[in-house]
Nanobody
Framework: QVQLDESGGGSVQVGGSLRLACTPS????????VAWFRQVPGKEREAVAT????????GYADSVKGRFTISQAATNNTVFLQMNNLIPEDTAMYYC??????????????????????WGQGTQVTVSS
């Protein structure tokens, strides 16, 4: 079974940047779709960025377009989330997830998350003003 190791969270001020990394630590089968989600206490988890790893096609939530960039390393299976121009509303626990197909559906349909079985442990991002 795939395990996902996340890193890169932290605390920054408004306008700052962070880069999150998600690395599969075991079998990478069925990881065509990799995405970053975020969740704050009392709210539903939302997808912020997706990548279809065979082609590199990406998708973003409207709230992060133009500020966040999802990418994959050329030499291994690590997926990054570069977050620029951070705002307090970006404060959340960020989770990496991987599954086999239907990448972009999670951006518009929260019920699409139900098929995902592989999640990372989460990394906290805090943006202060």
């Amino acid at each position: 079974q795939v395990q996902l190791d996340e890193s890169g969270g932290g605390s920054v001020q408004v306008g700052g940047s962070l880069r999150l990394a998600c690395t599969p630590s075991r079998n990478t089968a069925n990881t065509n779709c990799v995405a970053w989600f975020r969740q704050v206490p009392g709210k539903e988890r939302e997808a912020v960025a997706t990548i279809y790893t065979p082609s590199g096609n990406t998708g973003y939530a409207d709230s992060v377009k133009g500020r966040f960039t999802i990418s994959q390393a050329a030499t291994n299976n690590t997926v990054f989330l570069q977050m620029n121009n951070l705002i307090p509303e970006d404060t959340a626990m960020y989770y990496c997830a991987a599954w086999s197909a239907g990448c972009s559906a999670v951006l518009t349909d929260r019920s699409a998350q139900q098929i995902i079985r592989t999640w990372g442990q989460g990394t906290q991002v805090t943006v202060s003003s």
